[in-house]
């Protein structure tokens, strides 16, 4: 199965690039994963918060046309002990996905559109994080699932 993490804009901080780059690479060693940046949009200074959501959402929807299934991470998603997670990405492979893509929205989150369109969400905690601290949140909470279906002592 081939992974994928799409999410908008660049990210800012080195420590998070360092941190994702790390994780990047571990996972690499068990599936196929791929990051996928969509470039922010221009001028959002001059736009509403509803025009920048419309606008993402027609570049997340775009993005995932080669994707068999998609979840959103989602402040109003299912949440998952790490456990639970590995079980997820386990059940999805042994489903035959091919290709999964977890998204994460920008600042103002997922229009009505992306909602509608693509139903599995999942939370990863209740807490609020940036959207950059959540992309290395996700992936090493991706290379922990891996470790843990490979039995691996990363996760005690």
Do not use: W
Request: glycine content about 4%; hydrophobic content about 40%; proline content about 2%.
């Amino acid at each position: 199965m081939k992974i994928s993490l799409i999410f908008l804009g660049k990210t800012d901080f080195d420590f998070l690039k360092e941190g994702i780059l790390m994780y990047e690479n571990r996972i690499k060693h068990y599936l196929t994963f791929e990051i996928f940046i969509i470039p922010d949009i221009k001028n959002p200074k001059n736009l509403s918060k509803e025009q920048i959501q419309n606008l993402e959402s027609t570049l997340i929807i775009n993005s995932l046309k080669n994707c068999d299934d998609a979840v959103l991470l989602d402040e109003n998603g299912q949440h998952f002990s790490s456990v639970e997670f590995a079980k997820f990405i386990e059940k999805k492979t042994i489903s035959g996905t091919k290709n999964l893509a977890f998204v994460i929205g920008g600042a103002y989150g997922f229009a009505d559109s992306v909602h509608q369109k693509y139903k599995q969400k999942l939370s990863l905690s209740k807490m609020t994080f940036s959207h950059q601290l959540v992309r290395l949140i996700f992936v090493e909470q991706l290379y922990r699932a891996m470790t843990i279906l490979k039995n691996e002592p990363y996760h005690h």
